[in-house]
């Protein structure tokens, strides 16, 4: 478990919130009791390997996090974790991803909490990477949101990072975002920055703009990072032109896949892709029973 915890920091993730996390998954799948199945299947002293293997094409993320998951439901029993691919890793179908040795039975008592957590949080990479791979060249670089599962923030956005992209503000206390609402409250785009700006003078301040009026305005009062919210392609263009370099440009709002590499072209500095955590599909992941004695 060293190790995990090592991977896992090196990772910028915290092991004993993750540890802790994928327990209340596990206990979660027992609730409170047994697994029958296995119980009644598996002899309690057998061993054997069991292989992690991609059944599609995909970038992996999660692989500690499944670790966790066989270690846990090992129960102290001796257990051996191989990793046959790292995160943020290629794969293509029928590639290991993961080999775990130890007691069968608590390898299949953890196989489902293990895969919920590998395939999801590995569709999340591969998402991002088909979008990073379309913007290729561009300049500009995939960013995500906190339109995150409660709980799983930190593992959504460290799965971004595997993919290649790069995580917008992880809470509403380290980085401002001023939206419509925030404006119709103070006013107007000026007034809520002046007030942001007054009540945090270290943070960075991006404020979401619907029209290229609000643009002009959000420059002029010094925004850092202005976010064009619907914008069409030529009024993305524009607002690159307004700003000049003078602040860092985010295109949100009704970004496709297809149409990604065009927009990245106007010259904006990110694209914002709420689906990278909100909808990716996952990456579909299986456990082989290799080898029994």
């Known amino acids: 478990m060293p190790d995990l915890a090592g991977r896992l920091e090196a990772a910028g993730l915290d092991p004993a919130r993750v540890i802790a996390f994928v327990a209340d998954a596990l206990a979660e799948d027992l609730a409170g009791g047994l697994d029958i199945t296995t119980g009644a299947t598996v002899a309690a002293d057998a061993e054997g390997t069991a292989d992690l293997i991609a059944r599609s094409a995909g970038v ?103 993919g290649g992209g790069v995580n917008h503000r ?15 409250a103070a006013g107007s785009v000026g007034a809520a920055y002046a007030a942001v700006r007054a009540r945090a003078a270290q943070l960075p301040v991006e404020v979401e703009c ?17 976010l064009l919210d619907n914008f069409s392609v030529p009024d993305m263009a524009e607002a690159v032109r307004l700003a000049g370099g003078r602040a860092l440009l985010e295109a949100s709002g009704g970004l496709t896949l297809g149409a990604a590499r065009e927009v990245a072209q106007t010259g904006v500095d990110y694209l914002s892709v709420g689906a990278l955590t909100h909808s990716p599909p996952a990456l579909d992941i299986g456990l082989d029973l290799v080898e029994t004695r």
């Open 60 to 162: 992996v993320a999660g692989g500690p996090v499944a670790e966790i998951a066989f270690w846990l439901a090992s129960q102290n029993s001796s257990v051996t974790l191989v990793p046959k691919a790292i995160d943020g890793d290629r794969v293509e179908a029928g590639q290991p991803v993961l080999a775990v040795t130890g007691r069968i039975g608590s390898i299949l008592t953890a196989e489902r909490t293990a895969l919920n957590l590998l395939c999801h949080l590995s569709g999340i990479a591969t998402l991002t990477r088909q979008w990073v791979d379309a913007v290729a060249g561009t300049g500009a670089r995939i960013r995500d949101t906190r339109k995150t599962m409660p709980g799983m923030r930190a593992l959504q956005k460290y799965a971004v990072r595997c």
């Open 170 to 184: 992880m809470s509403l206390s380290d980085a401002a975002l001023i939206k419509d609402n925030h404006v119709a």
């Open 210 to 226: 619907d029209t290229l009026a609000q643009v002009a305005e959000a420059l002029a009062a010094g925004a850092d990072l202005i």
